[in-house]
């Protein structure tokens, strides 16, 4: 492999937003006031299933300080959705005109003075529900006579997903073992920081701005305009900085939506802020599964046949919930080489809050799946869980057939690195064990069931006389550092220093088209789009210097910390900043501008490039009280090439907590419905005096179709957590949990039940 | 309900202001003194992203009425450093990698700085933050951060 | 010899390709056709799910090798 120095990747620069956010200066949509601003809020159903008989907003329009009451019949009564090449996808009119499908369903939204004007409003208005039966779990709204949520979905059936290779059936029957297991995996709420919030201006000319917190404003601009039948431009979106997002932000939303049709209706700006609660049990969540496993092995460990089944609680809508179906099949799979497999998903409407995107979306819990039962295969073939994983494991050039091209791989060295440390580990003191679980994600998705017109990602960057890069991007920076990445990959590209980058983003009024920042695809898609503009700027700029340095024609240029030189003679070179300068004058006094543009082609059907790696999880088990207490986790994590140490060791610490809070402290139990813990109190998320020491050991390889060799490293660490924790259980105690999250009621329950047996 | 005078000294400014006797500390701080630099999370006192220094000590301003604190001392994270400059901690928090969406990082300032001025010495850095909730980080980039500054490490790097 | 969906006129290699693509695309208009042919197209689904052995696609592939329309190889 060609070893490549570079002066910008790979160094731990300083978050390029980092001094706005330790200020207190950084402006969320929360911060935002506008002159003559005024406070929304929602009227949300208390029924699970119904239908509205009839609303009346008269008391409520009557309240002093009430500026506006809508309901789904001031609307024009759209569906929207975001899998938008599928009409019948597009599912959900955001507010209900004439049923409610869910307790938290939106029906009426009013426009006050002040907060507290309009939460007393919310109080006057009367709704007339006729309540209906409801259908809560997915295995009983699939059965016959089971309440319908939608006319056109027989037995609740959403979506459906089949994927497979091989010959399952011949697989089997060669297999010296085969297990089935069944699994259930929870839901999680996304708890971003900042709950779901945005600001509404409509102005006569036609024009609507909207200020939110969101992953896509790009996605947030169109399904407006559709919803509220605006010219797609004539709708601006911005978004400069949002407090978190893990997939919750990048499909239209409640606040959204109500503050846009009530600054329509008014002609003044409108802000609404989703309270805790009502981001608890309002906003999606990820997508509770059941899954069926079979697989059978040979007697040595390797894979032969595997069959998965799936049904999903896919909650009142579609949203993104059709993905996740998708994901989960084809991850359930990964990171290993199965000869054959086959895989059967539905998604079930229920009467709950919608369920969707989710860090990891859909694979956390088939990876929770999968780990688990190799573990109890291993056990019962007495192969150690490390060898029967590398006999498996994917490798450079594999191809999952009809599925994918694996390139760089370094699933082989991070199990090797896993191994040697649980290796230094020795003897475990009683009632303590290590758990691992390799895994994998992919680094952005090709699939474009949004059905957009532009390519995935685009980037365009304007030298200033100065040499002052401005870089215009569209992707979106929710915290994960996507900002940072791309004035790396800009710098690094043309050759200059990150604090020459004056990056714009946020904003669809000047910022190009992407995707957004979901299904890990900024780094590799938007840092493609990124070199291309600055590899193009460049070679302008490298024009001019030619000329001026006039070299024999054999020798070429390069640009490294803003000194452009002759490759093979470094010494001989000009300063950027003053070749920047006389280029602009050549130009006839344009500035240096370039556009660069990334859209995956024939790279299968998921994603160009996939992350790998292996994660160990170090965990006491109290055999009296059931209590997990995590000591090490230690991960092998193999993103390509690192562009920024501090955002991958800061992803990949943070993906632990929120992926071990689902393996076993989050939930969300509900009743017929009704969400039982919606609130910060009785939501168990992980504090820091829980987290454990995390160990991070970077495994570089070169991956040919990202930048500089990148991929995504992000969101693929969600999924190892639950499975290398239920596996630490498991070699702790004999006992393996298949229900998430493992409470320590469930570890008691199994431990009696093993001491019974 | 009737207004009433209160008496606050914010970041070493002092203000009378007559405010409504329900209204929280928080929404004085943001919407009557535009120091928006202090957030909110949630309304149940659980999230930590509304902590301040209030006479020195780490309070979450959701959790008290600003009628409470008439006369007292509030520091936000506005206050921390003056002008251009950054405190040590601020120093560490960057260098460390110690936010990401940037939501919680004010509240986490004020609990760490609090916990710093307290017990400089203390080993359990967890418990100071423990009332503060990060969805981005995982927390361990943050306890790096406090720790430096904890053991000395940007002793003349207050700028 | 390839299979024509009867439906969207897409053309397969054998009729359990044939069978997934009925049931991957799974709109109305697909249903209709299933139904027609005296099998319910939930009910094969589920068979597809809940029982082993592949049993719903094979059902729907002995329809499709009836029903469908055979094409030559171009």
Redesign the interface.
């Known amino acids: 492999m060609k070893k490549h120095t570079y002066t910008v990747i790979n160094t731990?620069i300083?978050?390029i937003?980092?001094?706005?956010?330790?200020?207190?200066?950084?402006?969320?949509t929360?911060?935002i006031t506008l002159p003559r601003m005024l406070h929304g809020k929602i009227l949300r159903s208390p029924y699970p299933h119904g239908e509205i008989i009839h609303i009346d907003t008269s008391k409520a329009e009557r309240l002093k300080g009430v500026k506006a009451v809508l309901t789904g019949k001031d609307t024009l009564g759209r569906k929207q959705g975001i899998w938008r090449r599928f009409k019948?996808l597009c599912d959900e009119e955001i507010l209900a005109r004439d049923k409610v499908r869910y307790i938290g369903e939106p029906v009426a939204t009013v426009a006050a003075v002040d907060e507290d004007t309009a939460e007393e409003a919310l109080d006057l208005i009367e709704v007339e529900y006729n309540a209906l039966p409801g259908a809560f779990e997915p295995l009983e709204a699939?059965k016959e006579g089971a309440p319908q949520l939608h006319e056109?979905a027989?037995?609740n059936?959403n979506?459906?997903?089949?994927i497979?290779w091989g010959d399952?059936?011949e697989g089997f029957k060669k297999a010296d073992y085969v297990r089935e297991d069944w699994f259930r995996c929870s839901s999680q709420a996304?708890?971003?920081?900042?709950?779901h919030c945005a600001v509404a201006d409509y102005t006569p000319e036609g024009k609507l701005t909207v200020y939110t917190s969101t992953q896509s404003h790009y996605y947030i601009k169109v399904l407006l305009a559709e919803i509220l039948g605006l010219r797609e431009n004539d709708v601006r979106v911005i978004s400069r900085?949002?407090?978190?997002?893990?997939g919750s932000k990048f499909e239209l939303d409640s606040a959204q939506f109500c503050c846009s049709i009530l600054s329509m209706k008014l002609c003044q700006p409108v802000k609404i802020v989703l309270?805790?609660?009502e981001e608890f049990s309002a906003t999606k969540r990820r997508t509770p599964m059941f899954y069926y496993i079979?697989s059978g092995v040979k007697k040595d460990g390797a894979f032969l046949a595997k069959?998965a089944?799936v049904?999903t609680e896919g909650g009142a809508y579609t949203a993104m919930g059709a993905t996740a179906l998708y994901l989960t099949g084809f991850f359930q799979s990964f990171p290993y080489v199965w000869p054959s497999y086959?895989y059967?998903g539905?998604r079930v409407y229920t009467n709950t809050a919608p369920t969707s995107a989710m860090r990891g979306f859909g694979a956390p819990q088939a990876t929770f799946c999968a780990e688990t039962q190799i573990d109890l295969i291993a056990d019962e073939l007495g192969i150690d869980p490390i060898d029967i994983r590398r006999k498996n494991a994917m490798y450079p050039g594999y191809e999952v057939p009809g599925q994918a091209t694996i390139q760089s791989c370094g699933l082989g060295q991070c199990l090797d690195k896993i191994d040697d440390w649980i290796k230094s580990r020795g003897k475990l003191p009683p009632n303590r064990g290590i758990g691992v679980s390799a895994y994998g994600f992919m680094s952005g998705g090709i699939f474009n069931w949004f059905d957009t017109p532009y390519a995935f990602s685009s980037a365009v960057l304007q030298i200033n006389i100065d040499g002052k890069v401005d870089l215009f991007v569209g992707s979106q920076d929710?915290?994960?550092?996507s900002n940072t990445t791309m004035a790396m990959i800009c710098a690094e590209e043309l050759g200059v220093k990150v604090e020459d980058i004056r990056l714009h983003m946020g904003d669809t009024e000047t910022c190009p088209v992407d995707l957004g920042a979901w299904g890990s695809r900024e780094t590799l898609m938007q840092g493609n789009a990124v070199k291309m503009a600055a590899s193009k700027a460049k070679q302008q700029i490298l024009e001019f210097a030619t000329a001026k340095l006039a070299p024999n024609i054999v020798y070429d240029l390069d640009i490294k910390d803003g000194w452009i030189h002759l490759i093979a003679r470094p010494e001989r070179g000009l300063s950027f900043y003053d070749v920047v300068k006389e280029a602009i004058r050549g130009k006839d006094g344009q500035p240096i501008i370039a556009r660069g543009h990334y859209t995956p082609h024939r790279k299968g059907m998921i994603s160009p490039a996939y992350s790998f790696g292996v994660q160990a999880i170090e965990a006491d088990v109290n055999p009296d009280t059931g209590k997990i207490t995590l000591k090490n986790c230690v991960t092998a994590h193999d993103c390509g090439q690192v562009i920024n140490p501090?955002?991958v060791?800061?992803q990949l610490?943070?993906?632990?907590?929120?992926a071990a809070g689902y393996g076993f402290t989050e939930d969300l139990p509900m009743d017929e419905g009704k969400i039982l813990n919606p609130?910060?109190?009785d939501y168990m998320?992980?504090?820091?005096?829980e987290?454990p020491?995390?160990k991070v050991m970077e495994v570089e390889t070169y991956e040919p179709e990202g930048p500089f060799g990148a991929k995504e490293a992000g969101e693929g660490l969600t999924n190892p957590t639950a499975g290398a924790l239920g596996n630490a259980v498991f070699h702790a105690t004999g006992i393996s949990i298949k229900n998430l999250p493992i409470t320590p009621e469930k570890v008691l329950n199994a431990l009696k039940e093993k001491k019974n047996k | 309900m009737k207004k009433k005078l209160v008496h606050l000294t914010v970041n070493e400014e002092y203000h009378e202001l007559y405010i409504s006797p329900r209204k929280l500390l928080v929404e004085i701080l943001r919407d009557e003194l535009d120091l928006t630099g202090t957030k909110r999370g949630c309304s149940t006192g659980s999230c930590g992203a509304c902590t301040i220094l209030l006479d020195g000590a780490a309070v979450k301003s959701c959790s008290v009425l600003a009628v409470q604190v008439d006369g007292a001392k509030v520091t936000t994270v506005e206050g921390l450093a003056d002008g251009a400059g950054l405190t040590p901690l601020q120093l560490s928090f960057l260098d460390h990698g110690a936010f990401q969406c940037g939501f919680c990082t004010s509240g986490m300032l004020m609990s760490a700085t609090a916990f710093l001025n307290e017990d400089p010495v203390s080993e359990d850095i967890k418990k100071g933050i423990q009332g503060n909730i990060c969805r981005c980080t995982g927390y361990n980039s943050i306890l790096r951060a406090i720790r430096a500054v904890a053991e000395g490490k940007y002793e003349d790097e207050g700028r | 010899m390839s299979y024509q969906c009867p439906v969207c006129e897409k053309i397969w290699p054998d009729t359990m390709e044939l069978a997934r693509h009925v049931f991957g695309v799974g709109d109305q208009t697909h249903k209709d056709w299933v139904n027609s042919k005296g099998v319910n197209f939930i009910e094969l689904l589920l068979i597809q799910t809940m029982e082993p052995g592949n049993k719903g696609y094979k059902t729907l592939a002995e329809i499709l090798e009836r029903d469908a329309k055979k094409v030559e190889e171009s």
Not at chain 1, 17 to 28: C, H, P, Q, S, V
Not at chain 1, 241 to 246: A, E
Not at chain 1, 478 to 481: A, H, T
Request: with cysteine; glycine share 12%.
């Open positions: 731990p300083h978050n937003d980092g001094i706005a956010k330790i200020t207190g200066r950084a402006e969320y929360f911060d019948e699939i056109h027989e037995r059936i979506v459906t997903r089949h497979e399952v059936d996304h708890v971003c920081m900042e709950t900085y949002t407090g978190g997002g893990f309270t805790r609660e079979r069959e089944r049904f086959r059967d539905y929710m915290g994960q550092g501090l955002g060791e800061g610490e943070g993906a632990i907590a929120m609130n910060l109190v998320l992980l504090r820091a005096t987290m020491e995390t």
